[in-house]
């Protein structure tokens, strides 16, 4: 059975200078902190005792987006994914990428994307979340999402630490037992981007486009028919979506398994999205190969199911730009 992994991340400084649960991991987790900086022999050693074939990166969240001067983010962007290709290209069996986007300026992300995909390689990029507080339901986005959908790019949409303000209202008293992280505010915070896209009617505009979401879908699979139940409450019946806001989850989303190997939950995932839209992942270094894959090989499906989860509808979405020998 070959398998997939696609929300596996890597460190590099500059762009990852200071950040806060690179630090963090220095001193409570040094062992997963050299494997986030090394993309060579310990990624190998973690890949091979799992038995995971091929691993597509992804700069570290935030990657490039929290800094503030717009032209160190554009640079630090490309440098990261000159980076990245190199990396590729010395494994190109083993290995691919997803580009990292100065989302500060709109254009220059849109530019970036298909320098990454037509010219290094790269089978789409990764976004985490929100830029500084701007969301990309935001219009001035919409050439970047053009743009995707023109190439036939994905993009994982991946979580970030929510916005200042909810964490002023939500989380600031919660801050020191991580209520804001991965516990509960990443998932709370990237399934609400989620739903502000699909409610801007972006999917509309651009029909095609695929984005991807980990976690087993940042809780909106287990949310989904209370969404659809109760979408149009406020009674703006003029900007109404063509379709339900479901139905957008199941035709423009794919999710991923990453850091979530919970029974019930990857259940509720897979009655919801169905197998066609489910992907493994593990989310390294956060979370351990060998974990992501016990958990999958070890969950009571049919072997079709598995086949499609582990690799066949990351081959089927990226198409031409995985390696031949994992059946693309």
Not at 222 to 242: C, H
Request: charged fraction near 20%.
């Amino acid at each position: 059975m070959t398998l997939i992994a696609l929300e596996e991340h890597f460190a590099w400084d500059p762009a990852s200078t200071g950040n806060t649960v690179a630090t963090w991991l220095k001193s409570g987790n040094p062992v997963a902190y050299q494997r986030l900086y090394d993309r060579g022999p310990l990624r190998f050693e973690q890949m091979d005792s799992a038995g995971i074939d091929f691993q597509i990166m992804s700069l570290f969240d935030p990657g490039v987006q929290e800094e503030a001067d717009v032209a160190r983010a554009v640079d630090l962007a490309r440098r990261a994914n000159d980076v990245l290709a190199e990396t590729v290209r010395a494994h190109p069996g083993r290995f691919g990428g997803f580009a990292t986007l100065a989302t500060q300026d709109p254009d220059a992300a849109a530019a970036e994307l298909e320098r990454a995909v037509t010219e290094l390689g790269l089978v789409g990029a990764l976004i985490n979340g929100h830029c500084q507080g701007r969301y990309l339901d935001d219009p001035a986005y919409e050439g970047l999402f053009a743009r995707a959908e023109a190439l036939g790019a994905p993009i994982y949409l991946h979580p970030t630490t929510p916005h200042p303000a909810v964490m002023a209202a939500w989380f600031a008293p919660y801050v020191a037992q991580g209520m804001h992280l991965a516990s509960w505010g990443f998932a709370a915070e990237a399934g609400t981007h989620v739903l502000r896209l699909i409610y801007s009617g972006l999917f509309d505009k651009f029909p095609r486009l695929q984005m991807i979401i980990g976690h087993l879908g940042e809780m909106l699979p287990f949310a989904a028919y209370r969404i659809d139940r109760y979408y149009g409450l406020g009674g703006d019946s003029g900007n109404r979506l063509q379709r339900l806001p479901s139905e957008y989850l199941l035709n423009n989303f794919y999710v991923t398994t990453s850091g979530n190997f919970c029974p019930p939950a990857f259940a509720c995932t897979l009655e919801v999205m169905g197998a066609d839209r489910v992907m493994f992942s593990v989310d390294y270094p956060m979370d351990d190969n060998e974990d992501g894959a016990t958990f999958l090989a070890s969950y009571p499906m049919d072997a079709g199911t598995l086949r499609k989860v582990s690799s066949e509808n990351a081959i089927r979405l990226f198409g031409d730009r995985l390696p031949r020998h994992l059946g693309a």
